[in-house]
């Protein structure tokens, strides 16, 4: 069971281009959610879905997209890089009911680490 | 809306003794959960214990623990027997309770890094 994997794991960007990082589950979870995590700081939501097809703003949306054509994969999209993107990115999961599940157990990925230059 | 303050910003205990990590929180719910998240220096962020507020039993997992104090909104985490394994970051967070439109978002504290000296 792989849980929830991401890719890159590093990435350099030099400021203006674009990329996707890319999240995908296997554990069947309705909720997904993107986060980014500055130094020393704690984890600040960027996007979150609630299912396929569904997909809403957190806390800090400005300069990312995401889509969720199917419940396994969640990418997000960097438009238009700048150096404020540098962060490193986390994916998590969780169920969407207490059946099989704790509830607010959110499954984490490594973490992508992406610079811009 | 909610938030969650973590006091201590870095924590340090020698291995095999206790430490107790620190964290308030502030809502208007009645029922809601407090998780404590570990994220070790390989960065992948782990459930450690979770607390249901509407029961007065504090959570145990093992050597992990948690004094849940509902009326001071405070929720810290215990650690017994501590090892070098334990050396992480650890984040507080709140959800509120489940039902039709949660979708289901913690709110963080900002983290405590925990280092265990041999």
């Known amino acids: 069971n792989a849980g929830v994997t991401q890719t890159p794991k590093f990435r350099i960007l030099k400021i203006g281009q674009s990329m996707t990082l890319q999240c995908t589950q296997d554990?069947?979870?309705?909720?997904m959610y993107w986060y980014r995590q500055d130094p020393g700081m704690g984890l600040k939501l960027i996007y979150y879905?609630?299912?396929?097809?569904?997909?809403d703003k957190g806390e800090v949306p400005n300069g990312y997209n995401v889509s969720r054509s199917t419940t396994e994969d969640f990418p997000l999209r960097l438009e238009l890089a700048a150096p404020s993107q540098t962060s490193v990115y986390f994916c998590?999961?969780?169920?969407?009911?207490?059946?099989?599940?704790?509830?607010?157990?959110?499954?984490f990925g490594e973490g992508s680490r992406l610079t811009v230059l | 809306a909610q938030t969650v303050t973590q006091s201590q910003p870095e924590m340090s205990v020698q291995e095999a003794e206790t430490v107790t990590l620190s964290c308030t929180y502030d809502?208007?719910?009645?029922?809601?959960?407090l998780f404590w998240y570990k994220q070790p220096p390989s960065r992948q962020m782990i459930l450690v214990i979770r607390?249901?507020?509407?029961k007065q039993q504090n959570a145990t997992e093992n050597r992990f623990s948690v004094n849940f104090q509902k009326a001071a909104k405070s929720f810290s985490l215990k650690i017994s027997d501590s090892q070098l394994g334990d050396t992480a970051m650890y984040f507080c967070?709140?959800?509120?309770?489940?039902?039709?439109?949660?979708?289901?978002?913690?709110?963080w504290g900002l983290g405590t890094s925990l280092a265990v000296n041999p």
């Open positions: 967070a709140f959800m509120k309770p489940g039902g039709a439109g949660n979708n289901r978002k913690l709110i």
């Open positions: 809502t208007s719910e009645n029922n809601y959960y």
């Open positions: 607390q249901e507020a509407y």
């Open positions: 554990m069947n979870h309705n909720y």
């Open positions: 879905s609630v299912g396929a097809g569904i997909t």
């Open positions: 998590a999961s969780t169920l969407s009911n207490r059946v099989g599940g704790v509830p607010g157990e959110l499954f």
